[in-house]
């Protein structure tokens, strides 16, 4: 491995649209001693054509069918030989300065593992200045929220999954097995909130410094659709479904027993809910119920992985939740 190779890592599906202006934001960074993997998940538009005719100096892994958002990142990572990892978004765009200065916060502090910053709505490939998210946590009823004060350096449970800048050794630390960094198991959503409990549980911080800046087409990837009702049904399915997987494979049975009012009342309140709003998402969300079940004695054989090897304490943890609401 280099010590100051940064290795950028994209994960394209179908990003054509995207592409160019984000290899641009890389090529733009005054860090200079960068590589760029991209990993193609079994993109069916011209985005491979389009990289190997206008970025053949760019290294290209083609994947020949979609394996998911977190493996998909997994082979661009084992690939990789730098000793900081950039995860980044085909959607996504960052500052000049991104890299500088997350690789300056990464070396200051051992015990950090990750670093991020604002993220500013994209509409297209144009640019606003409307921020979208910054530092998150988790309220009680497991759902992600931003916290307050986007101008404010603070450490954080997580910060925006479009571009995370880690370090490896923080990745090999956590790793479920040989090069499990995000879990497999995760084909799309929640795999980076539990990246973050993963990493938190073994000690390592997380770092909001706001005067990183990122571009982001929030949900590119599936025509803009944000809400959950709006998605297709197996992406609605698997978001359900991987939000109990994160509960149970990464919360101390103290924390859940604390949380369990909260969850029971949002489970008794989302069904009906989901009834009113949408009878598929009410379908998919028993689905998600079905393959929690299903995946019990691998979510569980996880789980006594990650929590034997936990190094905080429970009140720590408990402070990257907020509240109830």
Known sequence: MQTDLV???????????YLPSCIESIHSQTYKNIEIIIVDNGSTD????LL?????????????????FAQGMNIGISASRGEIVLLLNEDACLDPHFVTLGVEELKLDESLAWVGGRVFEMIGCARTDVVINAAFA??????????PGTDTRQNALMVSPCAMLLKRAALNDIALDGHN??????????????????????????????????WHAVSGSVGGKRRLTDKPPM?????????YRTIIKNVPITLALEMLPVLILVELMILPYFAIKSLQTMRCSLGAVLDTVRALPVILKQRNCILERRKISVKELRGY?????
């Open 7 to 17: 290795s950028v890592i994209i994960l394209n599906w179908n990003g054509t649209q």
């Open 235 to 243: 992406f609605q399915r698997m978001s359900l479904s991987n939000r």
């Open 321 to 325: 939740f907020r509240g109830v609401i």
């Open 46 to 49: 011209d985005s491979v054509a």
């Open 52 to 68: 190997q005719r206008d970025y053949p100096q760019i290294s290209l892994i083609i994947n020949e069918c979609n394996v998911g």
């Open 181 to 214: 960094y995000l879990d497999s198991l995760y084909f799309a959503y929640w795999e980076d909130t539990d990246l973050a409990l993963r990493l938190l549980l073994r000690g390592w911080k997380c770092l909001f410094a706001p005067e990183m800046c990122v």
């Open 138 to 147: 988790l309220k009680r009823r497991f759902q992600l929220t931003t916290l």
